[in-house]
Structure formats: C-alpha cells, structure tokens
Nanobody, 128 residues
Framework: QVQLVESGGGLVQPGGSLRLSCTAS????????IGWFRQAPGKAREGVSC????????YTADSVKGRFTISRDNAKNTVYLQMNSLQPEDTAVYYC?????????????????????WGQGAQVTVSS
C-alpha cells in the first residue's frame, strides 16, 4: 500500500523556519518523483517544489524561491522541505505527492495532474 506521511508542520512566527518531512512506503522509492504542494483556505492548490530521481532536477516556485529548499534522502525514503524566512502568506496545508519518474517535475513548472498519490497534509501556520 502506497503511503506518504508528512510531518514537521506547526506554528511559527514570521521570519522563522520549519522543516517538513515526507516519508514514503509501499513502493520502490527511487522510481518516483516527489513534490510538495500547498493549499491555503479559499485559494487554489499551489505547487511549491519538487525533486526527481535521483534528485538531479528540482523545481521551486517563484513565490518561495530563495527561502525554501527541497532535498531527498534515498536511504530514508524521505524528502524534506526546508522553509526559512516564513511569512504569514506561507500559511497553508502542505502536501507531498508522488509522480512517476520523468513526470510532474520540470525545469520551469510542477504539474499537479501528474501526481497520483498524496499524503494527508501538514498544517503550517505563520503568525505572531
């Protein structure tokens, strides 16, 4: 059974940092691309960042570029999203998702429709 489990969310003050983790099980880890998405109340889902196999291609949305960094640890079947200089507009539920190798994560965009399995989400709240 494919499972993606996010952790590391929480409440942080503006300017603070959090690291989200996405740990996967139930599939051959290094055959898939992993992406992070977020959805704020009343807003459309947004692709945040993604990383392909074996981590040579990454994409990061302009809205978070320079503040968020994606990485993967294949030995731990885990992808991380390091989020620095968080702002109130980063408040959202953050989801990780899986796409087949070669799909979903491109040099200039991230395609949600290519991702076929999703985690349950982790709430990130940035507030003073």
């Amino acid at each position: 059974q494919v499972q993606l489990v996010e952790s590391g969310g929480g409440l942080v003050q503006p300017g603070g940092s959090l690291r989200l983790s996405c740990t996967a099980s139930g599939f051959t880890w290094d055959l898939y691309t992993i992406g992070w998405f977020r959805q704020a109340p009343g807003k459309a889902r947004e692709g945040v960042s993604c990383i392909n196999i074996p981590g040579r291609r990454t994409y990061t949305a302009d809205s978070v570029k320079g503040r968020f960094t994606i990485s993967r640890d294949n030995a731990k079947n885990t992808v991380y999203l390091q989020m620095n200089s968080l702002q109130p507009e980063d408040t959202a539920v953050y989801y990780c998702a899986r796409a087949d190798a070669g799909y979903g994560c491109y040099h200039d965009h991230q395609s949600a429709r290519d991702f076929d399995h999703w985690g349950q989400g982790a709430q990130v709240t940035v507030s003073s």
